[in-house]
């Protein structure tokens, strides 16, 4: 069956655990690309534009109906009102920087001009650099799970014994990592590439000339990106003045960081699992990589008001410049393309909801998923 796709590996792991064999022609991204329906390609202005407008509409209501409950309720109710709304919000925060995400990866419509030009005020408006991003973000699709070479969530090789993995397996340690990657996590990985590749770490996406991050040629568009951020910072700033920061704290930067811990905790959930391998050089292929990808679920409503980043994910590595409506109607056909090799975790539950079992999940596969080891066996790498 060739190196990789053992029934063995299945049982002693799990079905996550088997990968696509090298060599192996019947699976390619040929024969994928053929089993799909070639409409599911076609990016529509009017579909992608259409997402678009019924966001940002819906962000402006939730703002005008949240001022119009606060008007009524008690005065005790007012907690649960801001409550319901960051909750919303920061979804529809979190769907907007998905629709900015499709921009940069030209999946968004055929026009690259209407793709940057709305990617990066969207992405500057969520305090984001969208170009900056966009370079980094190209580097995770075609690395996908390469222990040297990938970018974003890469994880760490400490050896499991030592006192600080050890800690950070524990409830506390676990939390502990939730709450810092909530409150700082994004910003902290722009920063200083933290998640992103060992001999990448502490450059800075803010910086033109960050080597390991960008080419000589790309500093003009990390500038612009830089322009974009202060463009952003400078608006929030300006609303403060006019609205008050109490105001804006309440309407902007709850939901905005509500937005940075799904964006991080998303990507998360979709590239690690305890029995997913990571690859050294040797064994990496770009396939195997894209299709390391984990399908998740949020709930269906959830699902759909983030654009089906979560649940057709293996599609949108495969296939990064198609739509994302495509990308969902593609997944079916991925999944029997791909047989035994698609990887998807759907049944996470927690009283009944998808989306409180995907929380509680995220838990789980932080407590779990801590640092790997080599395995002399296949040569991959492991969760310990």
């Known amino acids: 069956m060739g190196k990789g796709g053992s029934a063995d590996q299945k049982n002693e792991r799990g079905p ?3 990968t696509l064999p090298q060599p192996y022609d019947k699976i390619t991204k040929r024969t994928l690309r053929e089993a799909i329906p070639a409409e599911y390609f076609v990016r529509s202005y009017t579909l992608s534009l259409g997402h678009l407008a019924w966001d940002l509409v819906v962000v402006f209501f939730s703002i005008w109906l949240t001022y119009q409950a606060l008007a009524v309720v008690p005065t005790f109710a007012a907690p649960l009102v801001w ?5 919303y919000q920061g979804i529809t925060f979190t769907a907007l920087w998905v629709l900015a995400h499709e921009c940069g990866h030209g999946g968004f419509t055929d026009s ?7 990617g990066f005020v969207l992405h500057s408006a969520l305090l984001t650099p969208y170009f900056s991003w966009a370079l980094t973000h190209a580097k995770h699709h075609h690395y996908t799970n390469h222990m040297t070479m990938g970018e974003t969530w890469v994880p760490s090789t400490a050896n499991p014994e030592k006192k600080s993995v050890k800690f950070a397996k524990t409830t506390l340690g676990t939390w502990q990592r939730i709450v810092g990657v909530a409150l700082a996590g994004w910003y902290v990985y722009l920063f200083t590439n933290a998640t992103g590749a060992y001999g990448n770490k502490g450059q800075s996406h803010f910086n033109p000339g960050s080597k390991a991050l960008f080419k000589p040629k790309d500093a003009s568009l990390v500038r612009l990106s830089n322009l974009g951020m202060l463009a952003g910072a400078a608006l929030v700033v300006s609303c403060m003045h006019t609205f008050g920061v109490a105001t804006v704290f309440k309407v902007y930067l709850v939901p905005q960081m509500i937005c940075n811990f799904y964006l991080t905790s998303i990507t998360f959930m979709q590239h690690t699992h305890p029995d997913v391998p990571h ?9 195997r990589g894209a299709i390391s990808t984990i399908d998740r679920t949020m709930g269906d409503f959830v699902d759909a008001k983030l654009h089906h980043i979560v649940d057709s994910h293996v599609a949108h590595h495969i296939f990064s410049d198609m739509p994302f409506y495509g990308a969902k109607l593609a997944t079916p056909y991925i999944k029997e393309h791909l047989g035994p090799y698609y990887k998807s975790s759907m049944d996470a539950k927690m009283a009944g909801s998808s989306y409180l079992g995907w929380l509680a999940d995220y838990y789980r596969m932080q407590k779990a998923s801590v640092s790997v080891g080599h395995s002399a066996e296949d040569n991959f790498w492991w969760f310990n």
Request: charged share 15%; glycine share 12%.
């Open 16 to 18: 996550l655990a088997v």
């Open 112 to 118: 690259r001009l209407v793709n940057d030009v709305v």
């Open 83 to 87: 409550g319901g709304y960051w909750w």
């Open 279 to 287: 690859f050294g050089s040797e064994e990496w292929t770009w396939l």
